[in-house]
């Protein structure tokens, strides 16, 4: 049964950072992409980061290039999300998630995306 339990939310003020992590159990994830999507009240979910778990290629949202990153550690089998320079408009729920295909393609669409974890909220306060 596949897993993926995120930590790291939570209250910050502008300016800040913050690091997510992502633990993956339940399956071997050599092949797999692990992105990071984020959903603000009545907005969409939003895709954000992602990064191939074999190779470590990596695509990353407008908004927050040069400001996030992504990054895998094997041995932990944990991915995690390192957010610096936060902005009020970074204030979300911050979901992890594991796409099967992504050896071939990363993809930025939640509906390429297999599983998913059950969030973990993020507040930047201006």
């Known amino acids: 049964q596949v897993q993926l339990v995120e930590s790291g939310g939570g209250l910050v003020q502008a300016g800040g950072s913050l690091r997510l992590s992502c633990a993956a159990s339940?399956?071997?994830?050599?092949?797999?992409?692990m992105g990071w999507f984020r959903q603000a009240p009545g907005k969409e979910r939003e895709f954000v980061a992602t990064?191939?778990?074999?190779?470590?290629?990596?695509a990353y949202a407008n908004s927050v290039k040069g400001r996030f990153t992504i990054s895998t550690d094997n041995a932990k089998n944990t991915v995690y999300l390192q957010m610096n320079g936060l902005k009020p408009e970074d204030t979300a729920v911050y979901y992890c998630?594991?796409?099967?295909?992504?050896?071939?393609?990363?993809?930025?669409?939640?509906?390429?995306?297999?599983?998913w974890g059950q969030g973990t909220q993020v507040s930047v306060s201006s």
């Open positions: 998630a594991a796409d099967s295909r992504g050896w071939f393609k990363l993809h930025l669409m939640a509906t390429e995306y297999d599983y």
């Open positions: 990064i191939r778990w074999n190779g470590g290629s990596t």
């Open positions: 339940g399956r071997t994830f050599s092949n797999y992409a």
